[in-house]
């Protein structure tokens, strides 16, 4: 089978932040063997790969013994691309080291805020010195295309807090940002306690959103993706593919994968998980069947999130072209021919333009 | 039967002072109606009716009452709608009798509506027999209402009858009263039929049925007969008497009151107050007294859901054929979609007509803000009716405007006087004089314009009394009135549904207020909305919607690409519920702001 691009899920965390949804697990250090076992196996069911992309997310992969961490690498395929996710109180000289002796030439920090009281809304275990440490390490140890996880709209997150992130991330000058708008998605820890406060801000956020953008493009990045910016040449080609619509390999427990008009999603409970790969069966999954106008709308959806013109090849079934003009004219949209672009304030408004765009 | 034992009466009463209580007795006593189908008051026969305790539709029954003197009479109950709206009716009830029962409760005293049905009466010749019900509550103050009841009269107290419907005690002297004082009918048997229709009704397998006062003559089944104020001609199917059902007679003779099955099919060819007569050798002139009914009141009624269009026109149809002041034409709103502009005699009217609507044909309605009909003279001359602000003509090319008004009564207790007239001085009215009816209570009369009773006008006077006022009035015709058309602009585009007619008085406030609505129900969209409210090009009020800057999801990856996509296709489906006006979305809710602020504006 050839997927061009390979999703690891390391679910396991020291802690699990108030806002987080992602399927994650803490404690059961004595597992984290097993689970390496396990995610192997089930790479094996799928044959020789050649990814052009790896990505190990979580959750915190670095979480993982240094040895443990070797072991996974050294199972994966090598690629072009492969990224680590790290948190950085995790990062020691011998971390960044297996890291890079394993073939990563991409590490993803979870930074988030470099303010202390943000850190602690957000419950995550660094402090700002713990980003600028791991930040010297991962440089010291020869990791040369890093990326910083960031937020706003943390409660209680000011103007000056926000300036003083700015300043922060671009001290560490590192060549990918992300920069998030927090989601407390309903149903998590963290809506509960702070959804009056997320709903009185709502406003200030516009703001924030706009400072960030033209702070990092005034620095030199490029704003390729909604809330991703890059250094020339550093984009983040594993996720690329998502937003270009291709085919993806997800593997570990709650991994999503998406090859043709299937979508598998892995059960997030890693005891049957463990079971099946330890018995050499498929990890158990619920499949979604896509339609076909349903992967082409998902298509327009993610390709709308880039700076650069989306093709419609295949696609203009599902673009309402009156709609389109009109937006055009009101200057959200850039429509030329076989192709859309959303311009800057189109790009602010994207959920908007895009859903008025469909047909 | 001679005329000499024929009684013809109707029974006056406020809502609740028990009129229909007394004509259930009346038919017990004189058991009409066998005891074991006697159910509450029989004459309400419309559920509606039976729970609202009004009644809508005129009824008739005949009793026979053995009285003193040995003989047996033939009593007609002519019943009476209990509503302003209904007046027309009432007063053509009225003219079918030549006596009424004035009933009013012991606890209550009289009532503006009572009043103003008495007065009725009165102008109709009636002779007047005084009735003052429920002595029997803990609370009655017979001996004070009968003084006061005397006095509106002109008799004395002494001849009030004290009764109690709900007990029977009384009611066979209310019998008695009506054999000695209402007098036998008039009328020349031998003279060419003349008989008036108080009421019609449709049956669905004989058509319409009139209800009639025979006042000369005698008509017969088969006879050829003409209404000759609409001139429609029919062949008399079958006549007959109220007892209380329809029971056929071979023919009914001056004095008599019972029903003509016409074989028509639609109630708007026999008119309420038109006077049959035979076709061949018939009277030359018709009764007093016609008038063509008019609604005066319109508003829209969409079904909430488009594809019941189709039943609520068949609803309409049908209650249009019972009820021929009830008018009809097929509106289309931008924002409501199909539906009907409806005319009504007023606001109970309309209300009928909803919660019928809803009721008997289980449809579900959107009634739009009601509004008045307007007389609008345009530059050149022509004088036209306008029952909708589309209808309205360019501010330039108006002339002068004619509103219509109404003399209302009120009636209230003497320490809220300056409270009714308080309102009434911010509804424009003029007026009229006051009268203390004891020294408790006093009746004002008013001059008003129509359109400032019909949104909430009742509820801000039961309110400002604490509920204790009682109101009714009478329609006077147009007047001269400076009305102007509001519209709202969204982004510069004028919107139909949202336009509004009212006194020039009026329109910068209800303009003001409207915008401010609509700005709360304008949800920030991708482009900054601009609201006014304009009388022709003149904007007189402004609000904006400010542009949203930011609608994005902040990340999207391979694991939750099929919830951002639902999330997409929700925000898809919530924006084809809204409508689309140039580059705007208007959620369907912020089109009924309109209906809120005609109320908040009013006051």
């Known amino acids: 089978m050839s997927v061009r691009h390979l999703y690891v899920h390391v679910p396991f965390c020291a802690h699990r932040c108030g806002y987080c949804d992602f399927v994650t697990v803490t404690g059961h250090d004595d597992v984290h063997a097993a689970y390496v076992d396990a995610l192997l196996a089930e790479l094996a069911l799928h044959g020789r790969l050649a990814p052009e992309t790896v990505y190990v997310g979580g959750g915190t992969p670095s979480i993982l013994a240094d040895d443990l961490l070797a072991r996974l690498l050294a199972g994966l395929p090598g690629a072009l691309e492969v990224t680590v996710e790290c948190n950085p109180e995790t990062i020691t000289a011998a971390k960044a080291r297996a890291l890079r002796e394993g073939g990563v030439n991409r590490i993803s920090l979870g930074a988030q805020s470099f303010q202390p009281h943000l850190l602690e809304t957000l419950e995550r275990r660094a402090r700002p010195e713990t980003v600028a440490a791991a930040v010297e390490i991962l440089r010291a140890e020869g990791h040369e295309n890093v990326n910083l996880d960031l937020m706003f709209g943390v409660p209680g997150q000011s103007r000056s807090d926000l300036q003083a992130d700015i300043e922060g991330v671009l001290a560490h000058a590192p060549e990918h940002v992300s920069w998030y708008e927090l989601e407390a998605k309903p149903g998590t820890r963290f809506s509960v306690h702070h959804g009056a406060e997320l709903a009185r801000q709502a406003e200030a956020l516009e703001d924030h959103y706009e400072t960030v953008v033209a702070a990092l493009r005034g620095a030199g990045y490029r704003w390729y993706e909604t809330a991703n910016f890059c250094r020339p040449g550093r984009e983040s080609r594993h996720n690329l593919g998502y937003w270009l619509g291709h085919d993806y390999l997800g593997v570990g427990v709650g991994a999503v994968s998406t090859l043709g008009l299937v979508r598998r999603r892995n059960r997030p409970r890693l005891r049957p998980y463990l079971e099946a790969c330890a018995a050499g069966r498929p990890a158990p999954a619920e499949v979604e069947e896509l339609t076909a106008s349903e992967r082409g709308l998902e298509r327009l959806m993610l390709g709308l999130r880039l700076d650069e013109p989306l093709h419609l090849n295949g696609l203009a079934a599902l673009v309402d072209d009156a709609a389109c003009d009109r937006l055009a004219a009101a200057g959200l949209v850039l429509r030329d021919g076989e192709t859309i672009t959303l311009t800057e304030r189109g790009r602010f408004l994207a959920n908007d333009v895009v859903a008025s765009v469909l047909r | ?603």
């Open chain 2, 1 to 603: 039967m001679s005329l000499e034992t024929i009684r013809n009466f109707s029974i006056i009463a406020h809502i609740d002072h028990g009129k229909s209580t007394l004509a259930d007795r009346i038919l017990q006593l004189t058991r009409t109606v066998a005891e074991r189908d006697m159910r509450e008051q029989v004459l309400d026969s419309m559920e509606l009716e039976r729970e609202r305790g009004i009644t809508i539709k005129a009824q008739a029954v005949r009793v026979l009452f053995p009285a003193a003197d040995g003989r047996t009479y033939e009593l007609n109950l002519i019943d009476t709608p209990g509503h302003v709206d209904f007046t027309y009716e009432v007063s053509r009830s009225l003219a079918a009798c030549e006596g009424a029962l004035l009933v009013v409760d012991a606890a209550q005293g009289i009532e503006a509506q009572t009043l103003a049905n008495a007065y009725l009466a009165i102008e109709n010749e009636l002779e007047i027999v005084p009735v003052v019900n429920k002595i029997d509550l803990p609370s009655a103050d017979a001996d004070g209402v009968a003084l006061e009841v005397a006095d509106l009269v002109g008799g004395n107290a002494e001849d009030v009858l004290r009764i109690s419907a709900k007990t029977g005690v009384g009611v066979e002297g209310v019998l008695q009263a009506i054999v000695d004082r209402v007098p036998p009918p008039k009328g020349d048997v031998d003279a060419p039929g003349r008989a008036l229709i108080f009421d019609s009704s449709y049956d669905q397998y004989r058509g319409v049925v009139a209800f009639v006062r025979v006042v000369d003559g005698t008509f017969e089944p088969r006879q050829r007969v003409r209404a000759m104020a609409q001139g429609t001609t029919f062949e008399v199917e079958e006549l007959g008497v109220f007892s209380p059902g329809m029971r056929a007679t071979p023919e009914l003779g001056a004095g008599d009151v019972g029903y003509v099955i016409t074989g028509l099919k639609d109630v708007s060819q026999l008119r309420v107050g038109d006077t049959l007569t035979q076709a061949r050798g018939g009277a030359a002139e018709p009764l007093p007294g016609y008038q063509d009914v008019k609604p005066m009141v319109f508003a829209g009624l969409f079904p909430t859901d488009s594809d019941q269009y189709p039943e609520l026109r068949d609803a309409l149809e049908k209650l249009k054929l019972n009820d021929a002041a009830l008018s009809y034409e097929p509106e289309t709103s931008r924002a409501l979609g199909f539906g009907f502009r409806c005319g009504f005699l007023g606001l109970l009217h309309m209300d009928i007509v909803r919660e019928r609507l809803e009721r008997e044909h289980d449809l579900d309605l959107l009634v739009t803000a009601p509004n008045v009909a307007y007389r609008v003279r345009a530059v050149d001359g022509e004088w036209i009716e306008v029952h909708n602000p589309a209808q309205m003509p360019d501010a330039g090319s108006i002339e002068e405007t004619e509103e219509p008004y109404v003399r209302a009564s009120i009636i209230c207790p003497s320490d809220h006087v300056g409270a009714v007239m308080e309102l009434n001085q911010e509804r424009r009215g003029t007026f009229g004089h006051m009268e203390y009816l004891s020294p408790e209570r006093v009746q004002l009369i008013y001059d008003l314009p129509l359109a400032e009773i019909v949104l909430d006008y009742y509820d801000q006077l039961k309110s400002r009394t604490r509920g204790y006022a009682s109101f009714d009035y009478e329609l006077l015709g147009f007047r001269p009135g400076q009305v102007v058309k509001v519209d709202v602009l969204l982004a510069g585009e004028r919107v139909d549904s949202l336009s509004l007619i009212t006194h020039r008085d009026n329109a910068y406030r209800q303009g003001k207020a409207l915008v401010e609505a609509l700005r709360e129900r304008i949800p920030r969209q991708m482009f900054e909305v601009a609201i006014q409210a304009a009388i022709g090009s003149r904007v007189i009020a402004r609000e904006t919607v400010k542009a949203k800057r930011k609608d994005v999801l902040a990340k999207c990856y391979g694991g939750d690409i099929s919830r951002k996509r639902k999330l997409l296709e929700k925000q898809k489906k919530g924006k084809r519920r809204m409508k689309q006006v140039g580059n705007i979305e208007v959620p369907q809710e912020a089109f009924l702001a309109v209906l809120e602020i005609n109320r908040e504006g009013a006051a």
